[in-house]
């Protein structure tokens, strides 16, 4: 393959990754049939995003830590469509909400949410806000944000590419199933990214991130029977928290 046509191969995975991932207007059609191959430019979605977060901190800069915080949260959750903290939402009122496979996934499917959903949600929320605003107050904006970005993406990918999906239909039915060799690059890329920022802290931030999604994926192959775009946007969650409760530490 030419020089110009890996290029535009690259960059056109890209564009997908940023518009399935983020709500940035972007120029041009993507490749769709592109979608699960293109997996491992996820990553440089979550950079977009944590570069746009960090942005809106150090724009606040002049404002308290918490409310600095509050801002480039907000500014993450708008650029993202909100899409992961909706999935660890409805990941929370299906597989705790349900007594049985179906009724999991009905839940799932409701756009409503539930109690479980609200307080997973809460939750997940004070606890980014909290250690941003940690992180702010030490002096240390852009590294951890961004690292925490780019990294969170990953186990979503590998969730992909190890399980079959819990539903005939959705999003991750949709996307298709991305082969193990684009989770190891996307792996690799947000690694290689990490170390640059955060040091060998990023080493066992991603171990744990990943650890814990292994955690949540015996949880979802065991009440549904496999992954859905809601158990990927919560594992998105989790491991977010993850990388940035390592980082802080």
Wanted: proline letters at 4%.
């Amino acid at each position: 393959m030419a020089r110009t046509d890996i290029m535009h191969r690259v960059f056109g995975d890209i564009r997908l990754a940023l518009g399935l991932l983020t709500r940035l207007p972007l120029p041009g059609a993507p490749d769709p049939g592109r979608g699960a191959a293109a997996a491992w430019a996820w990553p440089v979605a979550g950079l977009v995003t944590g570069l746009i977060g960090g942005a809106a901190i150090w724009l606040t800069s002049g404002l308290s830590a918490g409310v600095s915080a509050a801002v480039g949260l907000g500014a993450m959750i708008m650029t993202s469509g909100a899409m992961h903290e909706d999935g660890l939402a409805d990941t929370a009122d299906g597989l705790w909400g349900g007594w049985e496979r179906d009724r999991r996934l009905e839940i799932m499917k409701d756009s409503r949410i539930g109690t479980y959903g609200v307080i997973a949600l809460m939750l997940a929320l004070l606890a980014r806000w909290s250690l941003m605003a940690g992180l702010i107050a030490s002096g240390a904006i852009w590294a951890p944000l961004i690292a925490a970005a780019v990294m969170s993406r990953v186990p979503m990918i590998f969730l992909m590419a190890l399980m079959e999906p819990a539903r005939p239909g959705g999003l991750a039915r949709m996307v298709g199933q991305p082969p193990l060799s684009a989770a190891l690059i996307a792996a690799g890329l947000a690694l290689a990214l990490g170390l640059i920022l955060g040091g060998g802290a990023a080493i066992w931030a991603l171990a744990l991130a990943l650890g814990l999604t292994l955690g949540l994926a015996r949880v979802a192959q065991a009440k549904i029977g496999g992954q859905t775009g809601d158990i990927l946007g919560a594992s998105q969650q989790i491991s977010e928290i993850a990388v940035l409760a390592v980082l802080a530490a």
